[in-house]
């Protein structure tokens, strides 16, 4: 059974802050998307990595994929109140078919 | 506007009583899946359909129904409902089962 392990579950920083989520499977996915959502809402995809090692970045988010593809990170610098909110990790496997979602990382920005 | 709709967005009911959260996609997607969102369980897949007539169960299939008669619309039956089921619901299509997911708006379902 694919797992993914999202951490931390919960931060609350001050405005301003730097901060890293992280992502780790001991499986190996073909993708790793990171959504965000806010209350009220669903999800919404902020970006997709497919390569190992890559990087992306999104504004203040950075995106990093594993070299072996199997963990993620999501760093965001300069945290701003606007930030606050739930961030998903989801791994994706074109073998499977499966897309498995990591368990959540709450977000408080404060200002 | 590519979109995902569910219907509807809050319902409070007693525990029995038979109910549907409709779905529908206007992005002409294949697949589409329903999850329950609950605390510290994140989002937990119920049933998924890979096409029209083509359904399956996810991971917490137990209490749920579902259909796929027409592939814009994948409405989730809950036909005796329990306190158990009171949870955050969000209906999903995407282009593959693995791809990019677009999510509906969310029901927030409470059995009484």
């Known amino acids: 059974t694919q797992l993914l392990e999202q951490s931390p579950q919960f931060l609350s920083i001050q405005e301003g802050e730097n901060l890293t989520v992280y992502c780790n499977s001991s499986?190996?996915?073909?993708?790793l998307q990171w959504y965000r959502q806010e209350p009220g809402e669903g999800p919404v995809l902020l970006v997709t990595?497919?390569?190992?090692?890559e990087v992306k970045k999104l504004k203040r988010l950075t995106f990093q994929f594993g070299d072996a593809r199997k963990d993620s990170s999501l760093h965001i610098t300069a945290a701003q109140p606007g930030d606050t909110g739930l961030y998903l990790c989801?791994?994706?496997?074109?073998?499977?078919?499966?897309?498995?979602f990591g368990q959540g990382t709450t977000l408080q920005v404060k200002p | 506007e590519a979109q995902v709709t569910q219907n509807p967005r809050y319902l409070i009911t007693v525990t029995g009583k038979k109910l549907t959260v409709t779905c529908s996609q206007n992005?002409?997607?294949?697949?589409m899946s329903w999850y329950r969102q609950d605390p510290g369980l994140g989002l937990r897949q119920i049933y998924y359909?890979?096409?029209?007539?083509?359904?399956d169960k996810g991971d917490v299939p137990e209490g749920y129904k579902v259909s796929r008669k027409e592939k814009r619309n994948f409405p989730l039956i809950l036909e005796s409902p329990s306190p158990n089921q009171t949870s955050l619901y969000f209906c999903?299509?995407?282009?593959?089962?693995?791809?990019?997911?677009?999510f509906g708006p969310g029901t927030r379902l409470t059995v009484l």
């Open positions: 989801a791994g994706g496997s074109s073998n499977t078919g499966k897309l498995i």
């Open positions: 990595v497919v390569t190992g090692g």
């Open positions: 359909s890979m096409n029209v007539e083509v359904t």
């Open positions: 999903a299509s995407s282009s593959s089962s693995y791809n990019e997911q677009f």
């Open positions: 992005m002409n997607h294949e697949y």
């Open positions: 499986s190996v996915f073909s993708s």
